[in-house]
């Protein structure tokens, strides 16, 4: 199987690279300069050069609080740029899997979020994630939109990196927590994409395994918890540690809205792939540790 992933830098493309051996599967990731999504009239081309079985899409302008100064630069990414990546795997007729986000949701429900529920994004990011999973669809019927949440890796910028920078700095930390949601290992993801990637390369035509899914961990957290979490694994290992003041959302102003509830009902994605990622308090220690021992890029 072999998968051509947009974006080359990002925790998911990098983590769908440190995985793909174990399925069996051979990566090529693809980036700027050679593809940028802000461009899209030269996407077609660059991908028709790359032979593959599947494309998935893992780029994204995904720096919420500054999309809400740069909504069109965010929607030329998220939602014009995903619509012609679908739109060059479907002239090469190769499925294509596109990653989108909780943040599609208002958060205003009590209950987890299904795939039937209206996205009502609150901010420009969630608004242009959810361009691209309308423009995904409208370029072809062969495609696989999963949404996920509060994406952790050893890599570039996410929360844990985050939590263990500014606990080297401070003693005291002032977290949300009045937003759960699941925090997601980029590596699970990247496991769950190269199921799915072969489930569509096998059956291609069954019409089941093609739409939207949810795809986080199992299990849920507010961000202050999560950050506790972190700390207590960190602490364990000898790394950076620091109290957490559960704080509302009130008390930590942010230039965009975040849905109070991102949970994510996954027993589609489950029930169609065979799907269902570990708990996120299993996969959190390996990823600290990684951090706490490898040198960072
Ligand atoms: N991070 C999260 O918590 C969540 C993310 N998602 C979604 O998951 C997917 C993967 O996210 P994640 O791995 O965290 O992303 P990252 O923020 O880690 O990386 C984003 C990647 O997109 C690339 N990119 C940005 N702009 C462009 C562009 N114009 N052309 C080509 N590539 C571009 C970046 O390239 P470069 O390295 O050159 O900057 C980078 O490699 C995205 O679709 C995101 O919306 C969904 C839920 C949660
Ligand atoms: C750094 C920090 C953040 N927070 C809050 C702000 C916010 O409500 C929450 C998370 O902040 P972050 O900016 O790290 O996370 P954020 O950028 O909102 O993360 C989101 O990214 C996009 C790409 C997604 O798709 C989402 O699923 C989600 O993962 O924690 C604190 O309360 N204290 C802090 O010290
Ligand atoms: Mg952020």
């Not at 050679?34 to 079985?53: M, T």
């Not at 929607?75 to 002239?91: P, S």
Request: proline share 6%; with cysteine; glycine share 8%.
């Amino acid at each position: 199987m072999r998968i051509l992933v947009i974006g080359k830098e990002g925790q998911v493309a990098r983590a769908l690279a440190e995985r793909a051996a174990a399925h069996g599967a051979v990566v090529t990731l693809i980036g700027r300069p050679l593809l940028d999504l802000a461009d899209p009239s030269g996407i077609g081309d660059v991908l028709a050069e790359i032979s593959g079985d599947v494309v998935v899409n893992a780029a994204a302008y995904t720096a919420v609080d500054q999309a809400e100064t740069e909504p069109e630069l965010a929607e030329a990414i998220n939602g014009i740029g995903a619509g012609a990546v679908a739109g060059a795997a479907a002239a090469m007729n190769l499925p294509v899997v596109q990653i989108s986000t909780d943040y599609v949701f208002d958060g205003a429900a009590s209950r987890p979020y299904g795939e039937g529920d209206v996205p009502a994004p609150l901010g420009v990011y969630g608004k242009s994630k959810l361009l691209g999973e309308q423009a995904v669809a409208a370029a072809t019927a062969n495609h696989a939109i999963l949404r996920t949440s509060w994406i952790y890796s050893p890599f570039g910028r996410n929360f844990v990196r985050t939590m263990l920078r500014l606990a080297r700095e401070r003693d005291e930390i002032s977290v949300v927590a009045d937003q759960v949601g699941a925090p997601t290992s980029a590596h699970d993801i990247a496991d769950g994409v190269l199921t799915v990637c072969r489930n569509l390369l096998a059956r291609p035509h069954e019409r089941s395994l093609r739409g939207i899914f949810h795809m986080t961990a199992a299990g849920s957290a507010s961000w202050a918890e999560f950050a506790s979490e972190i700390f207590a694994r960190s602490a364990q290992l000898g790394g950076p540690t620091a109290r957490v003041l559960p704080v509302s959302t009130s008390d930590y102003p942010t230039p965009a809205r975040r849905p109070a509830n991102s949970r994510l009902d996954c027993a589609k994605i489950a029930a169609a792939h065979g799907v269902t990622l570990p708990d996120w308090h299993a996969s959190l220690q390996p990823c600290i540790s990684r951090l706490l021992t490898e040198p960072q890029s």
